[in-house]
């Protein structure tokens, strides 16, 4: 398994100090979030210098950046233009790095709109923006989040756009949490559109906090590793953890189980 994790974990981090704390803690790629006051630098207004020299210092390092966060989303007709346009940056800013995936979010459905007019607003928006993501080898990845953490509202979505340029940031937790499903059933409707991944342990009950240490929370990754495992999947699964405790206490207790887990399935 690959092993990474969003810039949420040192939010004030340069580029190269993010990728320092990977080399530290073995972790095998980043994931930087863009338009989420992070200090790494890598946003829409980076000039092609630095974009380049974000590439370079990556392969410098040995370190991947194995995909870049962006918060655009498309289920509100009333802005779904403007995301769409934006998002065609973002997938160029993704390329320009090196990152072979960009997360983007269903959003917020309005109210007044059908899930069913949702489903086919989104799908027509990354329709509009797989021949940009295709042609510049990048994946764009819906992940299961707000609105759209049920796993049937994706795959609904998935089988409309049916394009190998779009795919599924599968964050493991949110389903169990927000809609009660298993993490096999999760699993097994997304499996085919799998692209990205995003761990973090945390409670079923929305009233604690939103994130605990692996193996001691609500969500079985052991278990998330044995179903990727299941499926050959090859990309990487990435700690998204938000304003939660410092990296050098987090990064290296987090990835210390994760491995732990993959050792006890070998």
Not at 3 to 11: G, L, W
Not at 72 to 93: G, K, M, S, W
């Amino acid at each position: 398994m690959n092993y990474a994790f969003m810039s949420f974990s040192c939010p004030q981090a340069t580029f190269a100090e993010m990728l320092a704390l990977a080399v530290q803690y073995g972790y095998d790629g980043v994931e930087p979030r863009a338009a989420g006051g992070n200090n790494h630098g890598v946003e829409l207004e980076a000039s092609a210098e630095q974009r380049t020299s974000f590439r370079e210092q990556a392969a410098d390092a040995g370190i991947a950046i194995c995909c870049l966060a962006a918060g655009n989303r498309f289920a509100d007709p009333a802005d779904r233009d403007a995301q769409v346009e934006e998002t065609l940056l973002y997938i160029d800013l993704a390329a320009d790095i090196g990152a072979p995936a960009l997360r983007i979010f269903g959003g917020r459905i309005p109210d007044g709109i059908s899930r069913e007019s949702a489903i086919g607003g989104v799908a027509d928006a990354l329709s509009r923006l797989a021949g940009r993501a295709g042609d510049r080898g990048v994946v764009v990845c819906m992940e299961t989040h707000d609105d759209w953490c049920n796993p049937a509202d994706v795959a609904a979505v998935m089988e409309r756009v049916d394009h190998p340029a779009i795919g599924v940031n599968w964050d493991a937790a949110h389903p169990v949490r927000t809609e009660g499903w298993t993490l096999a059933d999760s699993y097994s409707t997304l499996r085919r559109w799998i692209r990205h991944t995003h761990v973090h342990d945390l409670f079923v009950d929305a009233n604690r906090p939103d994130y605990t240490a692996f193996g001691t929370g609500d969500i079985d990754h052991k278990q998330v590793l044995a179903l990727l495992r299941s499926g050959g999947y090859g990309g990487y699964l990435s700690g998204e953890w938000i304003n939660w405790e410092p990296p050098d206490v987090h990064l290296p207790r987090e990835i210390a189980t994760l491995r732990g887990y993959e050792r006890a399935l070998a």
